[in-house]
């Protein structure tokens, strides 16, 4: 069965991020998991080679999103693992999410110029928890990000899924970050209405990305690393739960803006009083 938000801006993917199997494997575990794309990892060189490992038969969960570092992005390898990609789905090609070590704009302009011409992949900045910390400068930084990324019509991608700094203020960042963000990484034990420490942190932002209207990937990511200490089986129901959960709440927040519309529509007044 899939597991599809009824809301269609909102797309749950399977990440393969800490997933030790190939890209064949992964796609069993999406399917199990009842969703319907992947986000891959080729973030490292063992990630990039098991990513490059799809099997003789066309992808039938598709891969919509693949990290990268930006550094490599533009070498012949991390072009060929992208075509190779794009070919097993079709030319579908996925979007790149670029991981960027440090928010200088003007070497990321240089870099997403260079890019841009070489690629017709949909182009994300990636952040990981080491780049989010508490306080007003970040948010700043956040409201810069997006500004950069506007003039680029660039997309922004978060990776909670490592330790969060717990001072950082995840319903403000997202509100800076506003349509840019359009992709949320998370562990599968975050979306949870028991979520506690920086899994919290982290379903907090996704509550507060869910409540915006703007298209959004979120990719769930094992808690744990596999084949071991988790089994894919395992790593698969851990992932529909999640997705459960993401798609609960979503109907929630359907259900509150329809009835926001609803008492507006009969109201007297232009103020909905």
């Known amino acids: 069965m899939s597991r599809r938000p009824l809301n269609s801006l909102i797309t749950v993917a399977f990440s393969t991020r800490g997933m030790l199997m190939p890209a064949w494997m992964s796609q069993h575990v999406a399917a199990d998991a009842g969703l319907s794309v992947l986000d891959q990892d080729a973030s490292s060189a063992i990630a990039a080679w098991f990513a490059s490992r799809a099997g003789n038969r066309e992808a039938y969960v598709p891969t919509a999103s693949l990290w990268l570092p930006i550094s490599t992005a533009s070498s012949a390898r991390s072009h060929r693992l992208v075509r190779q990609v794009s070919d097993h789905q079709g030319n579908n090609a996925p979007s790149l999410v670029l991981l960027v070590s440090s ?7 240089r870099q997403v110029v260079e890019l841009q011409a070489s690629t017709q992949s949909r182009i994300l900045l990636g952040l990981t928890t080491s780049q989010l910390r508490g306080g007003r400068p970040h948010l700043v930084q956040l409201g810069a990000l997006r500004h950069f990324a506007e003039e680029w019509d660039l ?12 001072t ?10 506003g349509q840019r963000l359009q992709l949320l990484r998370v562990r599968d034990s975050a979306p949870s209405r028991n979520a506690v420490g920086l899994d919290r942190v982290a379903c907090r932002a996704l509550h507060a990305a869910l409540d915006r209207e703007g298209p959004l990937i979120v990719a769930v990511a094992s808690s744990r690393h596999s084949p071991l200490p988790i089994t894919p089986r395992t790593a698969a129901v851990n992932a529909r739960r999640a997705a459960d959960y993401i798609i609960e709440r979503n109907l929630l927040h359907i259900s509150a803006l329809r009835e926001d519309l609803d008492r507006f529509e009969q109201s007297r007044s232009s103020r909905g009083a």
């Open 103 to 109: 928010l200088q704009f003007r070497d990321l302009t």
């Open 155 to 166: 997309g922004v991608a978060l990776d909670l899924t490592g330790r969060l700094d717990p």
């Open 168 to 177: 950082w203020e995840a319903e403000a960042a997202v509100t800076r970050l």
